[in-house]
């Protein structure tokens, strides 16, 4: 068969790319979707209220009741914990990225520990790997030739976005 036929093509389109079982051995994708979380900011901060009092290392206290937010990009974007924070670079948490004491509050794109993690986060993690696989097995990405050599930053509000336009071009496979 040639590929082309009616059924082929459906075949194709309409294959099952990854199942389910697979995605805990999809390491590097979970790398890349980490950080295009890190770099993207879905949220820009975090916030709790402190239930009991907090020393912190410098030794200042912060009262109990009291509001505390972490605005992520400043922590996301802080070359102690980060090198090269601008740029993309998944390998970065193979590296031992994010750096310092307690790695897990530095990267913590759905929230910090226990109870307060975001409760969809697991389901967030499959179905970004499954809309991953599916769009990078059928289509190819690439930054238009104008584009490709631009450094697009961030305009913040209740989610990030450009500061400008990015073209991307899509061709089918």
Same mark, same amino acid.
């Given at each position: *068969? ?5 059924? !082929?093509?459906? /075949? =194709?389109? /309409?294959?099952?790319? *990854? ?34 009092? *907090? ?5 200042? %206290? %912060? ?8 605005? @992520? ?5 802080? &070359?102690?914990?980060?090198? /090269? ?5 998944? #390998? =970065?948490? #193979?590296?031992? #990225? ?28 499959? &179905? ?7 769009? @990078?097995?059928?289509?190819?990405? !690439?930054?238009?030739? &104008? ?16 500061? !400008?336009? %990015? ?7």
């Amino acid at each position: *068969l040639d590929g082309n036929s009616d059924g !082929e093509k459906h /075949h =194709r389109r /309409h294959r099952p790319v *990854l199942s389910f079982h697979q995605i805990p051995s999809l390491h590097y994708m979970r790398k890349v979707i980490d950080e295009t979380l890190r770099l993207s900011r879905v949220a820009p901060f975090a916030s709790r209220v402190s239930s009991t009092p *907090l020393t912190l290392s410098s030794g200042a %206290i %912060i009262p109990a009741n009291t509001p505390i937010v972490q605005p @992520l990009a400043v922590t996301f974007y802080d &070359e102690t914990y980060y090198d /090269h924070p601008q740029d993309f670079d998944p #390998e =970065r948490f #193979e590296r031992g #990225e994010p750096k310092g004491d307690n790695p897990h509050h530095t990267f913590s794109p759905f929230g910090t520990a226990g109870g307060r993690v975001c409760p969809g986060k697991e389901y967030a993690y499959v &179905e970004m790997s499954f809309v991953t696989a599916a769009l @990078l097995s059928s289509w190819r990405f !690439e930054l238009s030739p &104008e584009d490709k050599q631009k450094r697009v930053g961030t305009l913040f509000g209740l989610v990030g976005c450009p500061n !400008e336009e %990015i073209n991307v071009l899509v061709t089918p496979l």
